[in-house]
């Protein structure tokens, strides 16, 4: 067949999806202008919202065909484990966790950029082998990819990616086919590696805050006081919030780390049921256009990828809202967009150009002979 030509032209971008992540990311700059007067938030995030819009649009315009090569995807994994292993060794200790790299005039959380790699060597291995899925082998191979890079973020320690870790390879494994006996086994292995992480995993700390979540009111003055300021905040906003700049509980810091793990907590007590359901919607609208990516894959590749992005976002939104509702332990996990830092926005804007990237040699095929192109990429899937 003749091969799908790359079309860099402005149809290929997804602008739906577009505006529905800047938007997210202005609502959580307009929340961080509340406490401007004392924190440098709002100028910095300002800046790295810049900066992740300039990396949309660059990788928009890249032909990322060249992910499809079994070597590129194998050199990619092996090239983001390195930064982890370091980690453990002269990162940077932030609250206890060594997670980041101290470059002076800012700090690089490499994690961010390792999700997105395992989705593409994830989407990489089951392209190739999605009709055999069925086989137990397979999934336990990509297990084993996602459970290195699992415990290497578990061992900084950071609990809450090494979750988002594990809940991307689920959620890949499941929309590849999994058959319903293997999912058992997948629940009986989590399990297992769940009461394994217990015993000789997870720090003090860590088990006292899964304790707080069983018991979420026998110690809000120690364990339990951020969920529960947390949940503090989102009833008070009420109906119609607060007023942008009126919240009490962030404001006057009952709420800690209201700028990134509490965000949406600081923004429904500001916004109310009205912005929360604003931004409920710009989150589905977000994951529809993913979905539709999805759909319009030029190939297996493509298609895997996407669904890979949907369960990074998918994670993190449904991690962040519960941990911030008191439905789930507290594990300072991001909320797509919205959250402060610029580790996960460039990620985030990256992925999502990707997308874009990738529909543009798709539009170009739909637009040609509508055959799956057979080139040498494609061959190697």
Not at 149 to 156: G, K, N
Request: charged share 10%; proline share 3%; net charge positive.
């Amino acid at each position: 067949m003749t091969p799908i030509p790359f079309d860099t032209k402005k149809s290929s971008i997804d602008w739906i999806a577009f505006g529905a992540a800047l938007g997210l990311a202005l609502l959580g700059l307009l929340t961080m202008n509340s406490f401007q007067g004392q924190d440098p938030f709002f100028l910095r995030q300002a800046t790295w919202i810049l900066a992740g819009v300039a990396v949309f649009f660059v990788a928009a315009k890249v032909d990322w065909r060249f992910l499809r090569r079994g070597s590129v995807a194998a050199a990619l994994f092996v090239a983001v484990l390195l930064p982890l292993i370091v980690l453990i060794v002269i990162g940077t200790a932030i609250k206890g966790a060594r997670s980041w790299f101290d470059l002076g005039a800012f700090a690089l959380q490499p994690v961010e950029f390792v999700k997105l790699a395992l989705i593409i060597t994830l989407a990489k291995y089951f392209s190739r082998r999605h009709i055999e899925i069925a086989n137990i082998r397979h999934i336990l191979v990509s297990g084993a990819y996602a459970g290195i890079v699992f415990v290497l973020v578990a061992l900084q320690p950071d609990f809450g990616s090494a979750i988002i870790i594990a809940l991307i390879w689920l959620g890949m494994v499941l929309l590849s086919g999994i058959s319903r006996t293997h999912l058992f086994a997948v629940i009986g292995i989590s399990i297992v590696a769940f009461s394994g992480l217990w015993l000789f995993g997870f720090q003090d700390y860590q088990k006292t805050r899964i304790l707080t979540f069983l018991h979420p009111l026998a110690d809000i003055q120690g364990a339990g006081y951020n969920a529960y300021q947390s949940t503090v905040a989102v009833g008070s906003g009420e109906f119609l919030g607060k007023g942008i700049g009126y919240g009490t509980q962030s404001k006057l810091r009952f709420l800690p780390e209201y700028q990134t793990d509490f965000i949406f907590a600081a923004f429904a007590e500001e916004w109310g049921f009205v912005g929360v359901l604003l931004l409920f919607v710009l989150y589905g609208v977000l994951f529809w256009r993913i979905i539709v990516s999805a759909m319009r894959g030029a190939s297996n590749f493509e298609t895997l990828f996407a669904l890979g992005v949907l369960c990074y976002f998918g994670a993190h939104f449904l991690l962040h809202t519960g941990i911030n509702v008191g439905l789930l332990p507290v594990t300072g996990t991001t909320i797509p967009f919205m959250s402060y830092g610029g580790s996960h926005l460039l990620a985030e804007f990256l992925a999502l150009g990707m997308l874009s990237g990738q529909a543009a040699y798709a539009l170009a095929g739909r637009r040609g002979d509508g055959g799956e192109w057979s080139g040498g990429y494609e061959s190697a899937v």
